[in-house]
């Protein structure tokens, strides 16, 4: 049995594009989704700015959206998404890649930012382990807070140390598209940034 490991990002190492926007888009609609950006506007300037961070800015973008929604309906709108939306933005490098690692019997992580409400589906589909930020809720609606740390940068290895072992594992294969990935790459034995190798090269 495969004693190795592959940590993957999801928001544009997996997929073509970021899904935090297309989701949204999906469930609130175009009209309101746009109308919320145009709102938001200020802050998200000031993120692009690096005048606040990360896990701020996503929150009070999500906040502005969904504080209040009813948990379920958001838990179904996150299947829905996961089950019809995901597939035909995955890059076929990242799916044969996948392929790769369940075909030597590794773990397959993912590691991402992005909500577990449709991150969560996806992955139980494709019957890898997930982990990622959670929305908080209260009396079965979303307060608009994070229930957990934005997964994002030394989060991600925080995250990943919690639920593993990485001393048990022979090789860890990491891959990532961003400097929210940084610390995970310099985790692995074999990390990498924007690319995937061909199986010949590992």
């Not at 949204?24 to 998200?44: C, D, E, Q, S, T």
């Not at 995901?86 to 019997?105: F, N, S």
């Not at 995250?159 to 990532?176: F, K, M, P, Q, W």
Request: glycine content about 6%; overall charge positive; proline content about 3%.
């Amino acid at each position: 049995m495969s004693k190795n490991l592959a940590l993957f990002d999801f928001d544009g190492t997996i997929t073509t594009k970021d899904t935090l926007f297309d989701f949204i888009r999906y469930a609130v609609g175009a009209k309101r989704f746009y109308i919320g950006l145009l709102k938001n506007l200020p802050m998200l300037v000031a993120f692009k700015l690096k005048l606040i961070p990360n896990d701020e800015a996503k929150m009070r973008l999500l906040s502005h959206y969904f504080t209040g929604y009813e948990a379920q309906k958001f838990r179904d709108l996150g299947q829905s998404y996961a089950l019809t939306q995901i597939d035909p933005i995955v890059q076929k490098e990242a799916k044969d890649r996948l392929q790769y690692h369940k075909r030597q019997g590794d773990r397959i992580v993912v590691v991402s930012a992005s909500l577990a409400c449709w991150l969560e589906p996806w992955c139980q589909k494709e019957g890898i382990e997930l982990l990622s930020t959670q929305m908080e809720i209260s009396q079965n609606r979303l307060t608009g807070r994070f229930a957990t740390p934005n997964c994002h940068g030394q989060e991600k290895v925080n995250r990943i140390r919690a639920h593993l072992v990485l001393n048990d594992y022979t090789e860890i294969y990491s891959y990532g598209d961003s400097s929210g990935d940084t610390e995970m790459l310099a985790v692995a034995t074999q990390g990498y940034y924007r690319k995937f190798p061909t199986n010949s090269e590992t």
